[in-house]
């Protein structure tokens, strides 16, 4: 969606673009990594080791794994690296099913001047990945966000595994300042999944600026669900923010997220798989109607 759209369409109808998290700005260090995580233990171990690979001083950055749930196997690979890295592991005795709160949990206990957004099966391997990407902020004040180039993380077969967004505000690897971050009060809690570009959206409505990296990248699993979970969770999620957004705004972004449906007739599965993210916003409504005349509320939970 164009940028100047949205803006002026929130200049017209506006709302509150707060989130539910109370975060101060004030910075401690220069980055706070933050990644939530739910029984990926060795996804999580790999992204740990890639951590304590970096050569930026690690008094400089804390690493914050919020754990949806509490087990022995997790707390155990966290001690390990304890001695490694400025680590803290918050954890949630009954899981929480909703990343959204994980992530505003961290930030909330943050004391990094930037935020680093990562998913427990992301890969680094630059060693200088963090130092650089402190030197971006750096250079210049007014960047409110910095985009990293995604790479995927294994290629058995091109047309299914080979390829992944270029660049995203998905929190796979995205980073912010904090004091952005404070202002708009982090994610949307209500939100089970979406929360990354729901929060994108704020962003843009207050006039952030992006910067994209060419030279920094990073890994992670590519784009591909074999059923329908995650494309009805987005749509789902989505719906519930009818109630924060002026109704103008919130049309105008639901109509954006249509606009992959023709990508279902493309041949190549990777369009296919946009086209379904599309369906999961036209059957979200549907879903819900047809709940509320069975009169149940089965929620539907993507990881």
């Given at each position: ?9 929130y ?5 509150s ?16 990594c933050i990644?939530?995580t739910y ?10 080791h890639?951590l ?11 690493v ?6 509490q087990?022995?196997?997790?707390r ?31 930030l909330?206990?943050s ?10 099966d992301?890969?680094?391997?630059q ?7 402190v030197t ?8 409110g966000?910095?985009?990293v ?13 080979d ?17 952005v ?5 982090g ?117």
């Open positions: 969606m164009k940028n100047w759209l949205l803006k002026k369409l200049q017209r109808y506006p709302f673009i707060e989130g539910d998290a109370v975060v101060s700005p004030v910075a401690e260090i220069a980055i706070s990644l939530p029984q990926r233990d060795e996804d999580l171990e790999i992204l740990l890639c304590v690979e970096q050569d930026l001083p690690h008094k400089g950055f804390e914050i794994v919020v754990e949806d749930g087990t022995d196997n997790t155990l690979l966290i001690q390990k690296f304890m001695p490694q890295l400025n680590l803290i592991h918050l954890t949630n005795p009954v899981p929480l099913n909703n990343v959204a709160q994980l992530r505003n949990q961290g909330v206990r004391r990094g001047e930037l935020i680093l957004w990562l998913d427990d992301t890969i680094i391997n060693v200088d990945f963090l130092a650089r990407l971006l902020f750096v250079a210049d004040i007014d960047v966000a910095v985009q180039q995604g790479r995927a993380s294994y290629g058995l077969w091109k047309l299914k595994y390829y992944l967004d270029r660049y995203s505000f998905a929190t796979r690897c995205v980073a912010y300042r904090k004091s971050l404070a202002r708009i009060c994610f949307s809690e209500e939100l089970a999944s979406y929360e990354d570009i729901e929060l994108s959206i704020r962003f843009t409505i207050m006039g952030g600026r992006v910067l994209r990296s060419d030279d920094l990248y990073y890994l992670h699993p590519p784009l591909h669900f074999e059923g329908w979970s995650k494309p009805l969770s987005n749509g789902l999620s989505f719906l519930r923010l009818f109630r924060r957004y002026s109704k103008p705004v919130w049309f105008v972004c639901y109509l954006n997220a249509l606009r992959f449906l023709p990508y279902l007739l493309w041949p190549d599965l990777k369009h296919r798989q946009w086209g379904k993210i599309s369906v999961g916003f036209l059957w979200a409504p549907f879903y819900c109607g047809v709940q509320k005349i069975v009169g149940t509320k089965k929620k539907v939970i993507y990881r």
